[in-house]
């Protein structure tokens, strides 16, 4: 199997990122983005998707972290789709439920070269801690336009806004782990009826 690990930096005037990511890890992580409540996220997203993952953002935590969080997505989705390279031999698809105390989210994802992100996700409040819970979108809206990928989140129940997203970020991790996973039996081939993913 291929190496699936990459290195790069992402510099913007709003945020400079620095990120390590491989595929096939056992969930060990080093985040650091400036926002406790991201970290958090990052690092339960990396351990139930399998993903070692160092990363480091220097951002304008000062405004808010509308940029940070934005820019944090769209660098890991670029990472994804540099250590996928043309995708061969994945499994492409992977979905999971994640229940969290009184919430269940489902996370589904197609790596299919193409950018949707369905976030049917309704929390209660505007803020976890210091955190605008609407930046969790722009997150997965970065992420999913840079791999690109097909990406919904659907919430079943749920009251508790932390809960919520933590099981967003759980579930996509777990989704994404099968997602990326190699089909020994068809390691060699595109998992695409026209030959490629675009």
Known sequence: ???????????????????????????RYEVDTGCGFLNHMLELFARHGRFDLV??????????????TEDVGIALGQAFARALGDMRGIQRYGSFYLPMDEALILCAVDLSGRCTLNWDIHCSTEKV????????????????????????????????????????????????????????????????TKGLLV
């Open 1 to 27: 199997m291929p190496n699936r690990m990459i290195s790069l930096e992402r510099n913007t005037n709003e945020t400079q990122i620095d990120l390590t990511l491989d595929l096939d890890g056992t969930g």
């Open 55 to 68: 990363l480091t953002c220097h951002g304008d935590v000062q405004v808010d972290y509308h940029h940070t």
């Open 129 to 192: 801690g210091d955190f605008d819970v609407e930046c969790a979108k722009e997150f997965w809206l970065g992420f999913a336009r840079s791999v690109p990928a097909t990406v919904h989140f659907v919430q079943f129940a749920g009251e508790n806004t932390h809960h919520i997203l933590e099981a967003c970020f759980k579930g996509a991790g777990h989704a994404l782990g099968v997602a990326v996973k190699i089909d020994e039996a068809h390691k060699d081939e595109i998992p695409s």
